[in-house]
């Protein structure tokens, strides 16, 4: 029953029968970021994680066999590497916590963010924890939460703590880093994947019904929390809260941002995707591509994968749901992730230099 009344509250935030898009779905387009005036701009890494994640899917038992460049899109601008990059490491030392989005409690029992990944990262010399938040409740709620839980965490001598967070765990962590200036002091970097920095559309859209229909309703599974998750999604207050908040320029901040084309979108996005479509074909069924990038950040990659898919690994835990219901889940998530550790791993051993291989705004 919580699964069923889970996909109606995920169901709500969808619009149906819209219109095409103005835009054309094309690549021939270069690194686009929405910002609000004044934020630090962002650095182009496109090139060497390109490269290093070619490296660790020729080696990945299931993926080897696959071009690595058809889970990256390509855009026009993409420079070519600048030299020889270096190899993956072995023993990257790092610890990484991940901080899940909405409604993930709710699908805890289901499924969780990067659950079959723990395995690949540790042969790597990562420690990955998974940190529970509520899925219901407001950024600053589940701030308190991620500070409580860095101030207990123990870390190893040497090792550097990543936090890593997907949809709304990324704005989550962000408030953390905020509001816990000297917690967040114990933080090296920040890696977000497809994060609703800027919040979506679909969430102004949907916040009304949402907050008159759902947010009250109470589930075994998730409960209501603050009930704020919603509006700290929309447009509105995302925009609004990063030209108030500056981010800790002592964290370094990385992103990887997530769009396909309405074929490989799946059935469980394509409402989510046509919606956003009105705007932009370039998203992911959550947010459109040029939303997902932190201010400051280094922009890793464009995937070539909907929300769910870069994350959520229904293929491994459930594969008749993905063969029926969350399709075109597929997707060297634990690749991915190497790539993106060895890329923040490096860049901060040579403190930052080469992290600004070209920058935007």
């Not at 000297?182 to 497809?194: E, G, I, P, Q």
Request: hydrophobic content about 45%.
């Amino acid at each position: 029953m919580r699964y069923l009344i889970t996909s109606i509250c995920l169901l709500v935030i969808s619009a149906c029968g819209q219109p095409a898009s103005l835009l054309p779905y094309e690549l021939d387009v270069p690194m686009q970021v929405l910002s609000v005036s004044g934020t630090p701009p962002v650095s182009d890494g496109r090139a060497r994680f390109r490269e290093l994640f070619c490296a660790e899917l020729a080696v990945d038992s299931e993926f080897a066999d696959e071009d690595c460049n058809s889970y990256l899109h390509r855009l026009a601008d993409e420079p070519v590497s600048p030299g020889k990059v270096p190899q993956p490491a072995h023993d990257l030392g790092l610890k990484m916590v991940v901080v899940p989005g909405l409604f993930s409690d709710c699908l805890e029992g289901f499924t969780r963010v990067f659950q079959t990944s723990g395995e690949a990262l540790a042969l790597a010399g990562v420690e990955m924890e998974y940190l529970r938040v509520s899925g219901r409740s407001g950024s600053e709620a589940n701030a308190v939460t991620i500070a409580e839980y860095i101030g207990a965490l123990e870390l190893k001598p040497g090792q550097s703590l990543v936090l890593v967070g997907h949809s709304k765990g990324a704005v989550d962590i962000l408030q953390f880093l905020v509001s816990y200036p000297d917690l967040a002091r114990r933080v090296s970097a920040v890696l977000s994947v497809a994060g609703a920095i800027n919040g979506s559309p679909r969430a102004d859209y949907a916040y009304e019904d949402y907050q008159n229909w759902l947010a009250d309703v109470e589930l075994d599974a998730c409960p209501v929390g603050d009930a704020l998750a919603m509006d700290n999604l929309t447009r509105r207050y995302r925009m609004n809260w990063l030209a108030n908040n500056p981010l800790p320029e002592f964290v370094r901040y990385y992103s990887m941002s997530a769009f396909v084309n309405q074929e490989k979108v799946g059935l469980n996005s394509m409402r989510g995707y046509r919606a956003l479509a009105r705007i932009d074909p370039r998203n992911d069924g959550e947010l459109l591509f040029y939303d997902q990038v932190i201010p400051g950040a280094v922009l890793l990659a464009y995937l070539n994968a909907n929300h769910w898919s870069v994350a959520v690994p229904v293929t491994e835990t459930h594969p008749m749901v993905a063969s029926t219901v969350i399709t075109n889940n597929r997707f060297p998530r634990s690749s991915m992730l190497k790539a993106a550790l060895n890329y923040i791993a490096q860049d901060l051993a040579q403190t930052g230099a080469f992290a600004g291989e070209a920058q935007t705004r």
